[in-house]
């Protein structure tokens, strides 16, 4: 589709592009900027270029339970991403999947509500120099975004934004017994009606999910940022579409070329289309696809771009650095077949999907209207739990978080289904114990392979255990999640492919058919040939939590920053970027509502600039 004739204001490169005086690509920060900043002033003519397909009312994308239909090897909606082999990882790869859809993770994420610490945005301001992202100014956009279903009187909660926010259709029995368990085993640590009121942490809950309660109804970006304004004609969304870069015209962007994904558009011709934007360029590819845009659009550190012919218009070497996620790991279960378990609807059974889909579209309710994630904690470690963990998470704990007690370590929660071995475990039932690591020591680098061609795959090192201190925490995270799991009533034995290969005479080789042992029962020690096999399993098995953040920081330039606090591209007239990779550092929580966060800011600040008001 060619766009050349047509000027818009904005384009969004990265979701959906339009031609406009703005252009955007359509991901989740894309949708809720473009949508803000339309719905404002209709006239705005707004473009969003996005790779993937469109998403409307596919049952896919809009049922919250289907999240790992997508993951099938020839996905037309997620994009895997392979990282280079790594020492730190045993020498393997690892894979990320990324949303390449109308609504990028939004449309295909597992619908998990958990927000970041006060002091995590508070971070932002201060460490990062970035005046008006402290967690003061932030939270009412958070508010504004949600409607907390939950508790709508909820001080720190929104009562009438587009995106609800509830339990969903189902409370299952598996997430009942972790609370029980929990309550019971953990007297450490208590309950709590709240797990993301942002200040708070270390109490267990049950865990909220971005579903309407009224509708078992995903809350993505497209369906309530776009799709409910598709009379205006102003309002442009291009699918099927690769970003390959954005013109720069004397230091000013005007507009950015396109190309077909092959995958959608295997006909089409490969040759560039232009579209132009009179008044912003909006990068909005998120963390793996925005610093490449950058980099073919000449925007990025000298050697890289020379290396693929690129020649460079700003020399801003931290374009691609600075790589960070939430590395996740899980230990599987078997259960009983009275658990409620989404295994057989995460595996397509024909008679299960028919029978849940009917269920929701008469109320809303069952297992399509969950995630399977329905209880967990921000857990922090007591001090008798920090003298175990070992020294180099030690010294990161007094640096980082001591200081912070709203910070948690990590998230660990209940996950009602064979999470990670859908597609290899024996048929039945499972439940694990998963957690991921909040704020990894370890970053990684994510880099363009070719200056020409938008559809290759990314040079990326993930980073992931390159420090010592993420190891000892993962180490220490198994055994938590280990000694919950063996308490539940549910329990029918480990699942040996996803525990450590324990020798079978140490006292925690694993134990596959077995009830659960007592709530008092004490807890498993473990030898030194045990730790080097929970320290063999990490390197084996962990895994992205889909959480890409950082890779074009919000921080100083002479710092490593790619854009300042206004999301301006440093060197750049009319360039910004709004996404994820714009956060200067990681948050303790799954990322989507830090992703929405930073669309609902990018939309106040833009509409500053163009003097629309009501944004
Ligand atoms: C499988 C999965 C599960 C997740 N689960 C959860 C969860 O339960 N809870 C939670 O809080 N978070 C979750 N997340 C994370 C969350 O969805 C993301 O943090 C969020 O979507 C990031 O938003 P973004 O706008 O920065 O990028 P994205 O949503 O990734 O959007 C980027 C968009 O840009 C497009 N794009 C990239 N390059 C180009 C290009 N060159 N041209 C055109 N288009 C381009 C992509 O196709 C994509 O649509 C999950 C993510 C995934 C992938």
């Known amino acids: 589709m060619s766009l050349t004739n047509t000027e818009f204001d904005i384009i969004f490169a990265g979701g959906t592009f339009f031609p406009s005086p703005l252009g955007l690509v359509g991901g989740a920060a894309a949708c809720c900027t473009a949508g803000r900043l339309a ?102 956009l958070l508010k504004k975004t949600e409607t907390y279903q939950i508790d709508p009187e909820g ?198 999907i028919e029978k849940w889909d009917t269920q929701w579209k008469k109320d809303g309710t069952g297992f399509l209207a969950i995630n399977g994630l329905d209880a967990g904690i921000k857990l922090r470690p007591t001090e008798s739990e920090l003298k175990t963990i070992g020294p180099a998470f030690l010294s990161r704990w007094r640096q980082y978080y001591a200081d912070a007690p709203d910070k948690s370590v990590m998230w660990l929660a209940c996950v009602a289904f064979c999470m990670d071995a859908i597609a290899t475990a024996p048929m039945g039932k499972y439940y694990g114990i998963g957690y991921c690591l909040n704020h990894p020591e370890s970053m990684g680098r994510v880099h363009i392979t070719s200056g020409e061609d938008a559809t290759v795959l990314p040079n990326w090192d993930s980073g992931f255990l390159e420090h010592e201190s993420d190891m000892e925490l993962h180490m220490y995270a198994y055994k938590r999640c280990r000694e919950l799991a063996r308490r539940m009533p549910c329990f029918r034995g480990e699942y040996r492919n996803y525990h450590p290969d324990f020798a079978l005479d140490s006292p925690a080789a694993v134990n596959e058919d077995t009830v659960p042992v007592a709530m008092d029962a004490p807890d498993i020690v473990y030898t030194n040939e045990d730790n080097k096999a929970i320290r063999e399993w990490v390197r084996k098995l962990v895994a992205t939590t889909w959480h890409s953040l950082g890779t074009c920081a919000m921080m100083p330039r002479e710092q490593g920053g790619v854009v300042d606090s206004r999301l301006n591209v440093y060197g750049v007239e009319g360039l910004k970027v709004a996404d994820l990779s714009i956060a200067p550092y990681n948050v303790g929580a799954n990322t989507y509502s830090t992703a929405l966060v930073i669309a609902e800011k990018a939309a106040v600040l833009i509409g500053e600039e163009l003097g629309i008001t009501g944004v």
């Not at 720190?156 to 009942?176: E, I, Q, R, W």
């Open 155 to 352: 001080e720190t909660h929104g009562a009438s934004g587009p995106l609800k926010v509830s339990y969903g259709g189902h409370f299952p029995n598996v997430a009942k017994d972790f609370l029980e368990v929990a309550a019971t085993y953990d007297k450490e640590r208590k309950l709590t009606e709240d797990p993301n009121d942002l200040y708070n942490s270390n109490a267990y809950g049950r865990w909220p999910k971005w579903i309407d309660e009224k509708t078992g109804r995903r809350s993505d970006t497209p369906h309530h940022f776009i799709y409910n304004q598709v009379d205006n004609k102003n309002l442009r969304v291009l699918t099927g579409s690769f970003v390959k870069r954005v013109i720069i015209k004397d230091g000013r962007a005007v507009g950015v070329e396109y190309v077909p994904n092959p995958q959608l558009h295997p006909d089409a011709s490969p040759e560039p289309l232009a579209a132009y934007a009179s008044k912003l360029v909006v990068v909005c590819g998120g963390s793996f696809g925005s610093p490449l845009i950058l980099e073919r659009s000449g925007i990025g550190a000298a050697e890289i771009l020379k290396k693929f012919g690129v020649e460079q218009v700003v020399d801003l070497p931290g374009v691609g650095e600075r790589y960070q996620d939430h590395q996740h790991l899980v230990a599987l279960c078997r259960t009983s077949e009275d658990a409620d378990t989404l295994d057989y609807v995460m595996r397509g059974i024909p008679e299960e």
């Open 39 to 140: 719905a404002a002033d209709p006239s705005l003519k707004i473009l969003i270029v996005e790779a993937g397909p469109h998403t409307q009312e596919d049952p896919q994308h809009v049922q919250p339970a289907r999240f790992l239909s997508h993951f099938t090897p020839d996905s037309k909606t997620v994009k895997y991403v392979v990282s280079n082999p790594s020492e730190h990882l045993g020498g393997r790869i690892t894979v990320a999947p990324a949303g390449q859809c109308l609504g990028g993770g939004s449309s295909v994420n597992f619908t998990v509500y958990n927000r970041a610490a006060a002091s995590d945005y508070d971070d932002w301001e201060t460490e990062y120099n970035n005046p008006g992202w402290g967690a003061k100014d932030l939270l009412p």
